[in-house]
């Protein structure tokens, strides 16, 4: 067992512990927090990692002193920082690292996503997401969840249809283009792409490339409300909370909507990519 997991375990029998002392079941518990019974079992079972606002939550439920509380928090940043590491991250698994991103977007309401290279995981279809993680599993070397993995993301994907948030997406053409997954499979893609742009609270942008970019995109980044930022690179997923981070990652989103086309326009573009994967198809 590494260091890291040993001390997701530790960490996991100390909040346990809380919560038996308060005579509170694993149920008991979620429903007080409001989350799903399997969240409980896996922050104790070490199966994924307790967030800093996890347990804060955890603590206050089951009235744990300051101390405890502090000592948790500090616990619990300090396996964040760690988690950040590629090999830590892929190591517990594709489907935990699923589990730890749908705990992160239940508490989001607004939503501002840009992704140069690839379709956002919330709007993959099963089939393309299959095919992006055979290629992580390969690249990181990360245990075989690919069906776990896929199932999780799906699962994601029910927020969509919760109009109290409020979902923004740029995509730079070249994303749609990026061949990640077979022909066919990348016209469904763009078919669920349409769909999806035509939800009350989603706003779907693509920068065509006749449009002139703000800045080179470099990578991907999540505004998470007004409190985080997510930053992905080849080997860290980086976690913001400066206020001077969130604001000029702020900037670049909007620098970026501003370049793209919405709506009837946006999907225009969709259109154009689609009809030549048809005509791959057919040649």
Do not use: C
């Not at 698994?93 to 991103?101: F, H, P, S």
């Not at 996503?113 to 070397?141: C, D, M, W």
């Not at 992905?232 to 001077?244: E, F, G, I, W």
């Amino acid at each position: 067992m590494t260091s890291f997991q040993q001390a997701r375990v530790d960490l996991g029998t100390q909040l346990r512990a809380l919560r038996e002392a308060a005579h509170l079941s694993g149920k008991d518990l979620a429903e007080r927090l409001r989350w799903q019974p399997s969240k409980v079992s896996r922050l104790e079972n070490a199966r994924q990692t307790a967030t800093e606002d996890d347990v804060v939550v955890w603590a206050q439920a089951v009235r744990a002193s300051p101390e405890t509380t502090d000592e948790l928090i500090r616990q619990a940043i300090a396996l964040l920082e760690r988690h950040d590491d590629w090999k830590q991250r892929h190591r517990s698994g594709l489907a935990a690292l699923q589990e730890d991103i749908r705990d992160l977007e239940a508490r989001t309401r607004l939503f501002r996503v840009f992704e140069p290279n690839i379709v956002v995981g919330l709007l993959q279809t099963a089939e393309y997401s299959r095919h992006v993680f055979r290629k992580v599993r390969r690249l990181y070397s990360a245990p075989e969840q690919i069906d776990a993995a896929v199932r999780v993301r799906m699962q994601r994907q029910e927020i969509l249809y919760d109009r109290s948030r409020t979902f923004r997406f740029v995509l730079p053409e070249s994303a749609l283009r990026t061949r990640l997954a077979p022909v066919d499979v990348m016209r469904g893609q763009l078919d669920r792409l349409i769909a999806v742009s035509t939800l009350p609270n989603v706003e779907f942008g693509v920068i065509p490339f006749s449009a002139e970019l703000p800045s080179a995109p470099i990578n991907g980044f999540w505004i998470y409300n007004e409190a985080m930022v997510g930053v992905a690179t080849m080997t860290k997923d980086l976690v913001l909370r400066d206020p001077d981070d969130i604001a000029f990652y702020t900037r670049a989103f909007d620098d970026y909507a501003k370049a793209a086309v919405f709506d009837g326009a946006g999907r225009d573009v969709i259109l154009g990519i689609l009809d030549d994967y048809r005509k791959q198809s057919a040649s």
